[in-house]
């Protein structure tokens, strides 16, 4: 990671309080400051700034702040959190936030009944053209946080995104003590594509595993449709990586549909890896 401090995007949604308590816990782990940025949401009018409506939203944004700063002392005391406030859109502002940030956190509705989380469209932006890697964090009903066992699990296809991908997962595999899962899925059953496989996963994680000799690496090469597969890896992990393929500004999402998939269907959370601007 770059940068010195995670940042939240809290709203006082229950994922975003989830969002909280998870990042609160790897900054802590990893002696980052935390920071909590409200935005406010788009006004119905053309309220002046020192319109009455206008204060009311300060002052609940500013309440709202203080409750998910408390959340964030109570799951991890000794982590340096502040909170930070901004008149802005929440893309724009949290976009903005971004740009110096280790990593962005956002909270996730929980499971619809058919098992899909409903990502709104801050969400997909953001993800899409956030300066640094974007952590998606749902809640698990009944408990405070996700699951901390299980592997890391990543996505390899030997794209610029992949590599992307693969860069973050050694890093939280090695923070978290975890065994890596690299998975590549083939297009077709023949035998030189699973090949192919190999070798790409062999070139592509040559380099990091002399960077990270303590993490274990499985090497998987899978039939069937990326999304699908990554997904039954990931329904016993603790993190699934994705690479995101975002270009330009919001107008323009090109997530692509396995990521969108992952990220809608995943049960842990969700990293999409992000390049910084050069």
Excluded at 25 to 50: I, T
Excluded at 127 to 153: I, K, M, N, Q, S
Excluded at 173 to 202: F, M, N, P, Q
Aim: charged share 25%; aromatic share 4%.
């Amino acid at each position: 990671m770059n940068g010195s401090e995670l940042v939240v995007g809290v709203d006082g949604s229950a994922g975003a309080l989830a969002a909280v308590r998870w990042a609160a816990r790897v900054a802590r782990e990893r002696g980052r400051g935390l920071r909590l940025v409200h935005a406010l949401p788009d006004l119905p009018g053309p309220y002046p700034r020192s319109d009455p409506v206008y204060e009311q939203l300060l002052e609940a944004a500013a309440e709202q702040g203080r409750t998910m700063l408390a959340e964030a002392r109570a799951a991890a005391s000794d982590v340096e959190a502040k909170t930070v406030l901004r008149p802005e859109r929440p893309a724009d502002a949290l976009a903005a936030e971004s740009a110096d940030a280790a990593m962005l956190v956002l909270g996730t509705p929980g499971l619809r009944p058919l098992g899909r989380i409903l990502l709104g469209s801050v969400t997909v932006a953001l993800t899409a053209h956030a300066h640094c890697p974007v952590a998606l964090v749902r809640p698990h009903a009944g408990e405070d946080e996700p699951p901390a066992e299980g592997p890391v699990v990543v996505g390899v296809d030997g794209s610029p995104a992949s590599e992307e991908a693969i860069a973050v997962a050694f890093e939280e595999a090695s923070w978290r003590d975890a065994r890596l899962i690299a998975v590549h899925c083939r297009r077709d059953g023949r035998w030189t594509a699973e090949e192919y496989g190999e070798e790409l996963l062999a070139q592509r994680l040559a380099g990091r595993r002399e960077k990270y000799p303590d993490v274990v690496v499985d090497r998987e090469v899978v039939a069937g449709r990326p999304a699908e597969r990554l997904l039954d890896f990931a329904d016993r992990a603790q993190l699934l990586v994705v690479g995101s393929r975002g270009r330009g500004g919001f107008g323009g999402l090109a997530l692509g549909s396995t990521s969108q998939a992952l990220m809608s269907y995943a049960l842990c959370p969700v990293i999409v890896a992000r390049a910084r601007a050069k």
